[in-house]
């Protein structure tokens, strides 16, 4: 894969129009701008992050996560930039200066797809499928829809969002740039190939859209013809997947301690673990001197000091791996390819996360309640769409947005519909349909 060839402004949909510009902002901050203004990035407020929404101690949801991730997203790319113009410039032709506008838009989006309620949500969809009554359905849709439904995921889901053309929308679906859109697919191959741990990039119906863009990109194509489709990452998806690394885990920490999790010491002993002893004293020392005495503010500005750090790691991962990651050879995450110190401190802080934070009881409460509100809404939408003619599907039905397809004849269509519906809920609304459905509440006449 080469730079020159990575880099393209061409719009999804609208490729007979690409090189006519329409104002002095480039594309790809036509793109970031496009989803800063759109309703699916808005619902993210009210989509759970990790901790539950809304409480009495503000921690993050969807969407401060993904403003976050963009805003380290826009630095790692800018930063990445910057040294390799410095080792050939003549890589500034290929528009290598834009990298940090694409991973911040990207940024944006890599959550878009997320259902709500977090992974209980993903998990409950996916379930019904397996276990659930949508099980019988297995014989009455083609190998590719099954995969796709049975490993049903948040990354895919956000390329369907973006690439789809829905009932009313133009050709290209928000006619996003073609390196916008790879930089947001994390896992390029389709859901036959998603193995155990279910990840995989687009759906079937939205294979072609990736095919295409895979081919104007020069994306490294792994797979043999008749294979089911695997390529290479597109380098920046390096680069979207290491700053929501860094956000996710930093900031899961800040929000522990705020919640009270973790005392002010064990935070501090994690976020200080990036740094060495003598670095650790002189972090120490300036907050003394610039009298940073709240242990709120503290943990604040240890939070900036570490991100500070893992995005430098990332950055310098990046530049040394470049040509194995142009040569889609590079295995794994710049994360885990940082110096040994930082890789270490970011572990404990993983390891911490996972037996104090994920499994504490706010998020279990989250993941049992979600669950339980998504397996409903599935299981009673999907035996609306089966038989349509009944009264009580007719008034479900009636809810689905008419951009969703739910009167199509078609079966794969309608299923898809309903998880297209069911996916892009926030919380508040999944509980608030949850419970009208189940009887528990009535609209205020």
């Known amino acids: 894969m080469n730079w020159q060839q990575l ?7 609208q490729e007979h129009r690409h090189g006519r510009r329409h104002d002095d902002r480039s594309e790809f901050k036509r793109d970031y701008d496009r989803l800063i203004f759109s309703a699916p990035f808005r619902r993210l407020q009210n989509k759970t992050q990790v901790f539950p929404l809304p409480g009495s101690v503000f921690v993050h949801n969807r969407l401060t996560h993904s403003l976050e991730v963009a805003s380290v997203g826009m630095s790692l790319g800018a930063d990445v930039a910057r040294e390799l113009l410095r080792r050939d410039p003549s890589l500034a032709s290929a528009r290598i200066a834009d990298i940090g506008q694409i991973v911040a838009a990207a940024c944006l989006a890599h959550d878009m797809g997320n259902p709500p309620f977090g992974h209980a949500g993903e998990k409950a969809m996916q379930t019904f499928f397996t276990e659930g009554a949508g099980s019988q359905l297995r014989g009455s849709v083609s190998p590719a829809f099954w995969s796709d439904i049975t490993h049903f995921e948040g990354n895919a889901n956000a390329f369907r969002l973006l690439a789809h053309r829905f009932c009313g929308r133009r050709p290209g679906g928000f006619v996003m740039t073609y390196s916008t859109l790879a930089s947001i697919v994390k896992y390029p191959h389709s859901s036959l190939l998603a193995g155990d741990k279910g990840k995989f990039g687009f759906f079937a119906t939205e294979q072609e859209a990736y095919e295409r863009i895979a081919r104007e990109l020069g994306l ?5 013809p ?3 489709l695997r390529c290479a990452r597109h380098p920046l998806v390096y680069l979207v997947e290491a700053a929501d690394d860094i956000c996710y885990e930093i900031m899961d920490i800040e929000d522990a301690h705020k919640l009270r999790l973790l005392s002010y010491e ?6 200080l673990g990036f740094f060495t002893g003598e670095e650790q004293e002189r972090i120490r020392r300036r ?11 503290r943990v604040v500005y240890l939070r900036a000091c570490a991100i500070g750090r893992l995005e430098a790691e990332c950055v310098r991962a990046f530049v040394s791996n470049e040509r194995l990651i142009l040569g889609g050879e590079f295995v794994g995450s710049l994360v885990g390819a940082m110096a040994e110190g930082a890789r270490d401190a970011y572990r404990r802080c993983a390891d911490t996360a996972a037996s104090r934070i994920y499994r504490s009881k706010p998020v279990l409460d989250v993941e049992l309640s979600g669950y339980k ?11 609306a769409a089966l038989h349509p003619d009944r009264y009580y599907s007719r008034q479900l039905l009636g809810r689905v947005s008419s951009q969703y397809d739910i009167g199509s004849p078609d079966l794969e269509t309608r299923l898809m519909a309903v998880i297209d519906y069911i996916s892009g809920m926030t919380d508040v609304y999944a509980l608030d349909v949850y419970q009208k459905m189940m009887g528990m509440a009535l609209p205020i006449v």
């Open 7 to 13: 880099i393209t402004d061409k719009r999804l949909g």
């Open 220 to 224: 490294l194509r792994l797979s043999a």
């Open 226 to 228: 008749g294979e089911p």
């Open 266 to 271: 064990e935070t501090e002993r994690l976020l």
């Open 287 to 297: 907050m003394e001197e610039e009298q940073v005495d709240d242990t709120n503010e």
């Open 373 to 383: 509100v998504m397996a409903t809404l599935m299981e009673q939408m999907v035996d």
